[in-house]
């Protein structure tokens, strides 16, 4: 008898277009296709083949970073925004030194303490 494992959570499981690929993953594909190719062909004859083929390999990864990446289920441009938004766009204003209320009701009464003294010197 044939034995297929299907997962628990099915939330997780995502269809497949073709080639074992996603959606998302053919269109970041096709956008790295349509940078680097043409970078490459249309630069091989003045800077040499090799030269050429690192730059299109350059233009292409961060295509290739979106398509593939992914971390505890967000994909990278996600993962990017909350980057963005914790650190730049709201970061957090942390207090290293806490404020004593105690120390300043005390110093605040022996500042009226010591006034009422002066003005009864003069």
């Known amino acids: ?6 997962p628990k959570d099915l939330t997780k499981v995502k269809n497949k277009v073709v080639l074992n690929l996603t959606k998302r993953q ?8 349509a940078m680097g190719l043409p ?6 004859d003045y800077i040499g083949t090799s030269n050429a083929a690192t730059g299109m390999v350059l233009l292409m990864l ?11 289920g967000l994909p990278l ?5 909350n980057i963005i938004h914790v650190k730049l766009l709201n970061p957090s204003v942390r207090r290293y030194e ?13 500042k ?8 009864g010197k003069k």
Request: net charge positive.
């Open 26 to 33: 053919i269109i970041c594909l096709v956008i790295a296709a």
């Open 1 to 6: 008898m044939a034995f297929v494992s299907v």
């Open 112 to 119: 009226g303490k010591k006034g009422g003294r002066q003005s």
């Open 77 to 81: 441009e996600k993962i990017l925004w």
């Open 62 to 72: 961060p295509a290739f970073l979106f398509a593939m990446y992914e971390k505890d």
């Open 39 to 44: 970078f490459y062909f249309l630069t091989k």
């Open 98 to 110: 806490v404020e004593n209320f105690y120390e300043q009701e005390k110093s605040r009464v022996q």
